[in-house]
């Protein structure tokens, strides 16, 4: 098969289309037929051995669509030859025309969604799912502001959002950008000293309940600036460096509360009801899932570039193979 094959660790050129086997699902697992690998930002860390180094060679990916065409042990054979989607921390190996996944992991996707779109929801669906959903519980009428907005996590965040009746800010560093973000629901902000104002002119103070953050040490200061009494600051990310540690002194005056959500925490069982509202709200319309960029599975050193200078939208994927 084809593959994304990795050797040695460093920029995008170590990303290279080369012949590889195909691989062998296990007890528990399925075999993909791969027609759309996500690519997420956790991939280019790994890249460059700063996330979860893996073992030498590698193949990336541990999101994407496809047919399930193999089952391990144990599988349910309902599985076979279904359409499906997935991501796992114990996947990984979408970059090629055959994966591996956990059959605990799978979407089962209906024929309504196209692959490509279902190969865009799982990681950054998840997450912010997991956002909206576990890590907070915004009622209506309470207000947020969205880091990077115009990103996977940040266009699905908004709209899971505003299902809830929040009042959503996004910020974004383009016109383009800010465009999109209005798009989705929310009130796009960009960067810069001017934040606290443009909430004081839709809310009448310049504050918000939440502040999702998934830039981390470049945005810190001012999220925490931006939180109202009560406020709480979730960090999900940290594009800019590691946040910075916090003193609970400061925390008082407000009673502001920080907290992180990492998706990996959860086990994937505990996400089958996430997965299966995700897949029924893109199903009939009421989630819209971005794709700003598809190119082939050879040009997956572009995919890094293109999502490492911050320049895409929404999601970027690669697709495996031709499309049918």
Same mark, same amino acid.
């Given at each position: 098969?084809? $593959? ?26 399925? &075999?993909? =037929? ?12 790994? =890249? &460059?051995?700063?996330? =979860? ?35 796992? /921390?114990? #996947?990984?190996?979408? %970059? *090629?025309?055959?994966?591996? $996944? ?26 912010? %799912?997991?956002?909206?959903?576990? $890590? ?20 699905? +965040? ?11 800010? !996004?910020?974004? #560093? ?16 960009? @960067? ?5 104002? !443009? ?12 502040? /999702? ?10 999220? +925490?600036?931006?939180?109202?009494? @009560?406020?709480?600051?979730? /960090? ?16 008082? !005056?407000? #009673? ?15 996400? #089958? ?5 995700? +897949? ?20 997956? *050193? ?23």
């Amino acid at each position: 098969m084809k $593959a994304i094959v990795v050797e040695r660790f460093g920029e995008p050129e170590v990303l290279q289309f080369r012949d590889a086997p195909e691989p062998t699902p296990g007890p528990g697992q399925v &075999r993909v =037929r791969m027609e759309v690998a996500g690519v997420n930002f956790s991939d280019t860390e790994r =890249r &460059r051995a700063l996330y =979860r180094i893996p073992a030498l060679p590698w193949i990336p990916g541990n999101e994407g669509a496809g047919v399930v065409d193999g089952l391990g042990e144990g599988v349910d054979p309902s599985w076979s030859g279904a359409r499906v989607a997935f991501w796992s /921390f114990e #996947s990984s190996g979408a %970059y *090629a025309g055959y994966a591996v $996944a956990p059959a605990h992991s799978l979407f089962r996707v209906p024929d309504a969604i196209a692959l490509d779109v279902a190969a865009a929801l799982p990681v950054q669906g998840l997450t912010a %799912y997991g956002l909206a959903h576990f $890590a907070t519980s915004l009622a209506a009428g309470q207000s947020a502001l969205v880091h990077a907005a115009a990103g996977g996590v940040g266009l699905l +965040l908004i709209q899971m959002l505003r299902r809830r009746g929040v009042v959503v800010f !996004g910020t974004a #560093s383009s016109p383009a950008k800010l465009d999109l973000i209005r798009s989705m629901g929310a009130t796009p902000l960009p @960067y810069g000293e001017g934040l606290a104002e !443009g909430i004081r002119g839709v809310r009448g103070v310049p504050t918000v309940d939440a502040v /999702f953050d998934s830039v981390g040490r470049a945005t810190q200061d001012q999220s +925490l600036a931006l939180l109202g009494l @009560y406020g709480h600051l979730i /960090f999900f990310g940290d594009a800019s460096g590691a946040p910075h540690p916090v003193d609970p002194d400061a925390l008082y !005056g407000r #009673s502001l509360k920080v907290s992180a959500f990492g998706l990996g925490a959860h086990p994937p069982a505990e996400l #089958s009801r996430a997965r299966e509202e995700l +897949l029924q709200w893109v199903a009939a319309g009421e989630l819209r899932v971005h794709i700003g960029h598809t190119l082939p599975l050879a040009d997956a *050193a572009e995919a890094h570039r293109l999502l490492e200078s911050r320049r895409s939208q929404g999601k970027i994927v690669l697709r495996t193979t031709a499309p049918v």
